[in-house]
């Protein structure tokens, strides 16, 4: 370090910047105190600041409305006490010096000069020792007069004490001598002062007991505006706790509080919604889960019994042999069908877009009659309308998976040889397809669960059958028509047939523009119920 270097030393800091830490100070401060006792602070301080500002007007108004009644008195009387006390003094003792008078009114006080200086000092001995003798300025005639007979204060040789005066001046001749001065009529303000003070008095007292009022009553009144808040703070701390059917209580829409309530209430439900969905969720997917892990394990077993037997050399003959491959491969389709069905769903789960081509349900419907037929020629079927075209926007191929699981669900859980109707109508946009059978039909208490994976109306059914893939006794053939049509933007329904069996209807959004002749030709149709 250089000789000339000098150790550095640390600077104070300036006004600014402690003025800046102390307020930072103060303001962390008023943050950590609680919102109910900053509003009591705040209107203990209005309080305060309202009634001292109060008190100082109405002092300051009082002493303006007692003094102005002083005035008005002296207005009214000091003229003629002066003029009629340098009469009497006059023509009691021309010259004479400086006399006292004790014949005055009241605490009035009346001093006399002349231009040469004081003349007479009239006043009571017991005013002057009550409330001092006026400090009156020198003041010759010509100086009253310039001045006016305007009343003003002066001071008091004893301390606390003012008065009022009035100057007048005057002349007179006494016997050949013009006299020229002036007369001071004074009245003492200790009564006003006294009378001020008192009220003073009496405001400060009444105020501390208004602010000490107004502090319990504005806490009493600010605990109880926070109730609800406090509620609040309650239902948050239960729902925590797990009691998500806990509600805020309920306050007048009209008011904040009331208006946050309504708005957290509904949020409440939501997210009790929100759980209660993800809950039936979950336990439905545990419940999928199983029930997948059944149906795979079923034909798994068998496959893996088979395949044992074979490797045992249990099989000898080749009738033996050609039986069990012919089992193992009705098992290995059986879960293979399975498997689709629940990749399909998993699809529609995941919302995966499907195609939006332009589709004729007539079309699908006469393929489906085609292979229900082919299932069993022994159905009477019937088509309504017969031809025509009704389109709608879709996916192809989902839209056949819809019709060949209802279709392989009548062939399956319907009497060989009962009638089918299959009708395609337009309503209000909407095209509305039915699927009518008159099979044994489907309970009410079951109706409601049909479209549930895994659901099966009776569980002793065979898991096997003629149906179509995915139509067969796992019960996931309604579950992915629901899938299916909802992924259309569409609904689906089940109800029973009068006189017996079941009718599911689906209804689909219509092709904007497209055309149809169904509309036309079966605008009103109802399946017949033969």
């Not at 009144?221 to 509620?231: D, H, I, N, Y």
């Not at 159905?379 to 017969?386: F, M, Q, S, T, V």
């Amino acid at each position: 370090m250089s000789a000339d270097a000098s150790p550095t030393t640390p600077q104070s800091p300036t006004v600014r910047e402690r003025w800046g830490a102390a307020g930072s100070a103060a303001r962390a401060w008023w943050a950590g105190v609680p919102l109910r006792a900053r509003l009591v602070g705040l209107i203990t301080a209005l309080l305060v600041v309202g009634l001292a500002i109060a008190g100082g007007t109405t002092a300051v108004l009082l002493q303006r409305h007692l003094v102005g009644q002083v005035d008005r008195q002296l207005a009214t009387q000091a003229e003629t006490l002066a003029h009629t006390t340098i009469a009497e003094t006059l023509f009691a003792s021309p010259l004479s010096g400086p006399r006292q008078q004790t014949v005055l009114p009241s605490d009035y006080a009346v001093k006399l000069t002349t231009d040469s200086g004081l003349w007479a000092d009239l006043g009571r001995e017991a005013t002057y020792s009550q409330y001092g003798t006026p400090n009156l300025p020198a003041m010759t005639a010509a100086e009253a007069s310039q001045a006016g007979s305007e009343p003003f204060t002066v001071d008091s040789s004893k301390a606390g004490s003012t008065w009022r005066a009035v100057v007048f001046p005057y002349q007179a001749t006494v016997n050949g001598t013009t006299i020229t001065g002036t007369a001071t009529v004074s009245l003492p303000l200790a009564a006003i002062h006294n009378t001020i003070d008192t009220v003073l008095l009496v405001m400060v007292i009444g105020g501390v007991g208004v602010v000490l009022l107004g502090a319990l009553v504005g806490g009493w009144a600010v605990r109880r505006a926070f109730r609800p808040l406090r509620q609040i703070e309650d239902t948050a701390a239960a729902i925590a706790d797990g009691d998500l059917s806990r509600r805020v209580p309920a306050a007048p829409v009209g008011t904040e509080v009331g208006r946050l309530g309504a708005a957290l209430n509904g949020m409440l439900s939501q997210i009790e919604q929100a759980f209660a969905s993800q809950s039936a969720s979950e336990h439905r997917m545990r419940r999928f889960v199983a029930d997948a892990s059944h149906e795979l394990r079923t034909p798994l077993a068998a496959i893996r019994g088979y395949s044992e037997l074979y490797r045992m050399g249990a099989l000898t003959e080749p009738a033996q042999v050609d039986d069990t491959m012919r089992r193992i491969e009705e098992s290995a389709t059986r879960m293979g069908a399975l498997v689709e069905d629940l990749l399909t769903l998993a699809r529609m789960d995941d919302g995966r877009p499907l195609r939006a081509d332009e589709v004729d349900l007539m079309v699908l419907v006469g393929d489906a009659l085609s292979d229900l037929h082919a299932l069993d020629p022994s159905r009477p079927l019937r088509l309504e309308p017969d031809g025509g075209t009704c389109t709608v926007l879709g996916d192809e191929p989902r839209l056949r998976q819809v019709l060949a699981n209802l279709v392989g669900n009548v062939v399956q859980h319907t009497p060989a040889g009962s009638p089918v109707e299959i009708g395609v109508t337009e309503r209000d946009g909407v095209a509305v397809l039915s699927v009518r059978d008159h099979g044994p039909g489907i309970d009410p208490e079951h109706a409601a669960r049909v479209f549930e994976r895994f659901y099966r109306v009776d569980a002793s059914r065979a898991r096997g059958g003629a149906g179509a893939a995915g139509a067969g006794g796992a019960g996931l053939g309604m579950a992915i028509v629901a899938a299916i049509v909802s992924a259309h933007h569409g609904d689906v329904s089940i109800s029973q047939t009068p006189g017996g069996g079941t009718t599911v209807q689906v209804s689909l959004p219509l092709a904007v523009g497209a055309t149809s002749r169904a509309r036309q030709m079966s605008a009103d149709w109802e399946p017949s119920t033969r």
